[in-house]
C-alpha cells in the first residue's frame, strides 16, 4: 500500500467448513456461530462499518445457505461482493478474496477473530504507515490455538524475518493488510494460508507486523465461552461498540 494511503475496501473469508464447533454442538455454519448474541460475520461486519469501510469482499462455502440468507437481509448497507464457493485450503479462499481486492490497499480478516473495534481501527490505521509494497499481520500474544503460528517481530521497524519460532511469544490474529497488487506466487499454489505466509518472509517480501491486544480465535466452543467472558469482564470481545 502506499504510505498514508487510507484503506477503504476489506475482505472477509469466512469460508472454513467449522468442524470443530458442529462437534461441539453448534449447528450453524461458522459464520453463523454467536458470540455475546451476534453471529461471527456481524461482529466482522461492524468492524468494518466501524472504521469506515464499506466495499467488502466475503467468501463463503457453498453449505452456508443460512449465512448467506443473513447477509441478503443484513448487509444491504454494505457495498458487498459475494463469492459463494467451497474451497480446498484456507490459502485459496484467501487468494479469491486478495484478487477481488487487488488495485488498492485493503484489510482481509477471517471471520473467526474476535478484537475489540478500537484495536481493528488501530490495525488498519497503522499499516499505512509501512513501505508502499508491505503485508502487514496483525498479531496477538494471546496464544489459544492447536497450532498457532509464531512470529518474530522486528522491535525496531515492525518487520518479520522468521516465523515459527514460540519464544516470540507473538502469534497471527487473523487480520492482514494487502497492498494493491501481491507478489506473484509460485503456480503450484500453497496448501494453507501460513504455507503462503513463509514463502513470503522467507523470500525476503517486505512482511511486517502489528501487535495488538487480546483478540480470540473461534474455532471450537471453549472459544466461544472465552471470548463470552472476557466480553462480561469488560473487554470488549468484537462488537462495533467491539
Known amino acids: ?44 461486519l461492524d468492524r468494518f462499518r466501524d472504521a469506515g469501510i464499506r466495499r467488502l469482499s466475503i467468501i463463503i462455502n457453498e453449505a452456508s445457505v443460512d449465512c448467506r440468507q443473513w447477509l441478503a437481509v443484513y448487509g444491504v448497507d454494505l457495498d458487498l461482493d459475494l463469492v459463494v464457493l467451497s474451497t ?25 477473530s474476535i478484537l475489540p473495534a478500537d484495536e481493528f481501527r488501530r490495525f488498519v ?26 512470529v518474530s517481530l522486528d522491535a525496531a521497524d515492525g518487520r518479520i524475518h522468521k516465523l515459527g519460532d514460540s519464544r516470540s511469544g507473538l ?13 506473484s506466487a509460485p503456480s503450484a499454489g500453497f496448501e494453507r494460508l501460513r504455507d503462503y505466509l513463509a514463502w513470503l518472509v522467507n523470500e525476503g517480501h517486505a512482511v511486517y507486523g502489528i501487535a495488538l491486544g487480546q483478540v480470540f480465535d473461534v474455532d471450537r466452543g471453549c472459544d466461544v465461552e472465552a471470548a463470552e467472558k472476557a466480553a462480561a469482564e469488560g473487554v470488549d470481545a468484537g462488537s462495533a461498540g467491539t
Open 88 to 112: 480446498p485450503s484456507s490459502y485459496a479462499s484467501f487468494r479469491i478474496i486478495a484478487d477481488r481486492l487487488a488495485g488498492s490497499p485493503s484489510v482481509i480478516t477471517t471471520v473467526d
Open 1 to 44: 500500500m502506499t504510505t498514508g494511503e487510507p484503506i477503504r475496501q476489506g475482505g472477509i473469508v469466512a469460508a472454513g467448513e467449522g468442524t470443530r464447533l458442529r462437534a461441539d454442538g453448534w449447528h450453524v455454519s461458522k459464520p453463523m456461530v454467536p458470540v455475546s448474541g451476534k453471529p461471527l460475520i456481524e461482529h466482522a
Open 125 to 150: 490505521k497503522g499499516a499505512t504507515g509501512f513501505p508502499g509494497e508491505a503485508m502487514v499481520l496483525g498479531l496477538t500474544n494471546h496464544v489459544d490455538d492447536e497450532k498457532p503460528l509464531w
Open 171 to 183: 502469534v497471527t490474529a487473523g487480520l492482514y493488510a494487502l497492498p494493491g497488487r501481491l507478489p
